[in-house]
Structure formats: structure tokens, C-alpha cells
């Protein structure tokens, strides 16, 4: 029987035409320090940002849940899926943020695939910066919501839209606090202040600042002072938590909102109590070692400093992410082999994951990199970029 999938072949073959193809790749390990048998390789591929999904207390912490309530939580969080660890969880994610409560979810995909819908309808208006991560994107698309984009960080334009709105209908404004793949810094004072003229809504993605900006981690929104300013931020326990699923955090009135309207909460399983445990042993360790975001932005400081002395341009990161601009979808291809070669693994981020012409290798610095691991980085990826033509 025909199984009809000839025009997928010949839409992949011209997506490997324009150097444009994604493939699996099989790793010995995921963390930001890799071997087998014979090899070593840094990897700047991970969101394990803190270095904590392997970390034993992190291990031991996801391991008692386990064994107590079993390896999945068997129903929605709504049908038969809360346990008390759910709401232990959420109490210390909503205090971590300054928040009155929080609620947790499959994952931050599934987090902003929720929110959005339950916060603006056909009649509303969400206003999205144009370098928002593809989840906020496809949250603003599922709401059926006017969807309007405002120029990356532009807070001018921000303004122009929501002056041309009309009065009536709700209006949400969405932007990143640290951006996933430029790791430059949203401006949140201004923008709360711009979206407070206008009576609009904000929503914070924190998934890159939770755990590493801010007092203890707690975030940018916090640390910017605007815990009770912005109507929700949301994060995830997968990047710098170490573990696996997503959070909002807001009023005590948003969360049972978002139980009554949020559907992939409402419509799908509960979080595991493994990935719940394992979520609680991370913000156990930040409690104890609330240092560790600061010591992460410190050696990300340092690789920006290496990288501007060897001839990069200063890519406007502030962050532990770090874009090295190529443009080009196959110059970065090539870079990124060439890395793999020294022992570094870096993904090459290509369009549509960016805009068109602005492939990049994006490189996130993770506790697990030394300053010799992150200067030996810099040499090898000046040394490939001088191959490339790129630098002198
Ligand atoms: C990774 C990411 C998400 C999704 O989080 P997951 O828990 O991995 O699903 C949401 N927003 C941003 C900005 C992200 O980078």
C-alpha cells in the first residue's frame, strides 16, 4: 500500500539543498562534559545551565518520589494526578518568584501553549516581541488573538501598536527576560510601565533567567522588582532546574484560572513524581548555594571577554548564552564541524529557529565549563573562524 509520504522526501531533500535540514544525533550524555570509551568533548549545546541534572542530590531528590508514588502519575492533574508534592512544588516555585501561587505543567512548551489561550481570546489582542520563542508564538496562534509583533526590544514600537488598538478587548504583552537565542535582556521596568499605560497584561517567559538572574535565582522579574507588577511569569524546571516540566507563576486568582482554562493542564497527565522531586532537590540546592547563578554569569563574562579579545564583535549577549553570528547557513555547518574536530560540540541554529541570515552557533556557557575549558573554546573557535575566512 502507498504510505503517500513522497512529497515529505522531496520537501526534506530541499531542506538539506538549503542546508536547512535538523537530524537526531546520538550523544554518550547530554550534560556540558561528555566521553565515551575514547573521547572527551565540551559541549555548549546543553540548558543544563547550573550543572545539576546529574548532580547526586538532585538524583537522590527525584529518586524517593520514585519509589513512594511509582514512575507516572497515572491521570491529569484534575482527574486523579495531584499529589502532595505537586503542591510543595508550587508553593516553593510561587515563594521563589515572590508570587502568591504558581502552577506547574508538562513542560514550558506546554506551559505557554496554555497560558496564553486562557489569558486572550478571539476579541483580544496579544502583542508579541518578534524574537519570542516559538512556544509563545504558537500559544498566540492557538488563542485566536489579534496577533501583533513588535520589533525585538523596541518598546517605541511596543507603544505605537498598543496606542492604534481599540479600547475594547483585552491586550497581553509577551516578551523573554533573558532571550533564548541572542541572550540579550528584555528591558522589563520599561516595558511594564509602557504595558501598565495601556492596561495590558504582561507575561514573562523566565525559562533562561530562573535559576541564574536574580536574588537566589528567583529571575529577572524579580530581581527587577516587578514580582506584583507582572500579571504572570512563567518558567521551566528543564533548563537550569535540571529536571522536566514547565511553571506559572501569579496570583492565587490566575492559578485557579489556569485550572479551569489552560487546557494541555487540564488534558494531559501530570507531571511524574521523579521530575517533581528532582525539580524540589534543585531548588533545595539553590536555597543552600544560592550563588551559583552569579558564579555561571561570571564564567559567561569571562567567555564574552575572551571572545572580544580574539576578534569577535560583541554579539549584545548578556547572558550565559552566547551567539557567535555567521550568517550563512552552511559557513556555520562548516564552523560547527570543525569545532566537533577540537572536541567542542556547538549547534549550528539555523532558520526558521532564527530569522533568515543570521545562522549562528550558539554556545550556552553551563557550570559543568571551566575558565580553561571556555579559553581553550575560544581558541579553537577563532583558529575555525580564520579557516572560514571569518576572522583575520
Ligand atoms: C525552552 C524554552 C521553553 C520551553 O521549555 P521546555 O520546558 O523545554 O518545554 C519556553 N520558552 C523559552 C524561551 C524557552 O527557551
Given at each position: 500500500m502507498a504510505r503517500h509520504d513522497e512529497w515529505?522526501?522531496?520537501?526534506?531533500?530541499?531542506?538539506?539543498?538549503?542546508d536547512a535540514l535538523r537530524a537526531l544525533e546520538t550523544r554518550p550524555g547530554v550534560g556540558g562534559r561528555l566521553h565515551d570509551d575514547?573521547?572527551?568533548?565540551?559541549?555548549?549545546?546543553?540548558?543544563?545551565?547550573?550543572?545539576?541534572?546529574?548532580?547526586?542530590r538532585v538524583i537522590d531528590a527525584a529518586g524517593a518520589p520514585l519509589v513512594r508514588w511509582g514512575a507516572g502519575a497515572g491521570a491529569s492533574r484534575l482527574v486523579a494526578g495531584t499529589l502532595p508534592i505537586h503542591e510543595t512544588l508550587e508553593a516553593r516555585l510561587a515563594a521563589l518568584k515572590g508570587c502568591p501561587a504558581a502552577l506547574v505543567g508538562g513542560s514550558g512548551y506546554a506551559v505557554n501553549l496554555g497560558l496564553i489561550p486562557a489569558l486572550a481570546g478571539r476579541s483580544d489582542t496579544v502583542l508579541l516581541d518578534r524574537l519570542a520563542h516559538a512556544s509563545l508564538v504558537d500559544g498566540a496562534v492557538l488563542s485566536r488573538a489579534n496577533l501583533c509583533r513588535f520589533r525585538h526590544?523596541?518598546?517605541e514600537h511596543l507603544e505605537s501598536l498598543l496606542a492604534a488598538l481599540p479600547a475594547a478587548g483585552r491586550k497581553l504583552v509577551v516578551t523573554e527576560s533573558v532571550f533564548s537565542m541572542d541572550g540579550d535582556l528584555a528591558p522589563l521596568p520599561e516595558l511594564a510601565a509602557v504595558a501598565d499605560r495601556y492596561g495590558a497584561m504582561t507575561l514573562v517567559d523566565e525559562a533562561h533567567a530562573t535559576g541564574i538572574f536574580g536574588p537566589g535565582g528567583a529571575g529577572r522579574v524579580v530581581e527587577s522588582g516587578l514580582a506584583d507588577r507582572i500579571t504572570v511569569s512563567m518558567g521551566t524546571l528543564s533548563k537550569a532546574l535540571g529536571s522536566f516540566g514547565g511553571f506559572a507563576a501569579g496570583s492565587v486568582i490566575l492559578r485557579d484560572w489556569l485550572v479551569n482554562r489552560a487546557r494541555p493542564f487540564i488534558y494531559s497527565t501530570a507531571l511524574p513524581p521523579s521530575a517533581v522531586g528532582a525539580a524540589l532537590g534543585a531548588l533545595d540546592l539553590l536555597r543552600d548555594e544560592p550563588e551559583r547563578g552569579a558564579v555561571l554569569l561570571q564564567r559567561a563574562a569571562?567567555?564574552?571577554a575572551r571572545l572580544a579579545e580574539a576578534g569577535f564583535p560583541d554579539s549584545g549577549s548578556r547572558s550565559q548564552i552566547v551567539p557567535v553570528l555567521v550568517g550563512d547557513n552552511a559557513c556555520a555547518l562548516r564552523l560547527a564541524a570543525r569545532l566537533r574536530d577540537a572536541g567542542v560540540l556547538v549547534v549550528a541554529i539555523r532558520p526558521p529557529t532564527v530569522p533568515a541570515g543570521t545562522a549562528r552557533l550558539r554556545f550556552a556557557v553551563t557550570l559543568a565549563h571551566s575558565e580553561?575549558?571556555?579559553?581553550y573554546t575560544?581558541?579553537?573557535?577563532?583558529?575555525?573562524a580564520r579557516a572560514e575566512g571569518l576572522l583575520k
Open positions: 515529505m522526501a522531496a520537501e526534506l531533500a530541499q531542506l538539506r539543498a538549503g575514547t573521547c572527551e568533548w565540551l559541549s555548549f549545546a546543553s540548558n543544563d545551565y547550573l550543572d545539576l541534572a546529574r548532580h547526586p526590544n523596541d518598546l569571562f567567555f564574552r580553561a575549558d571556555l579559553t575560544v581558541e579553537a573557535l577563532a583558529a575555525a
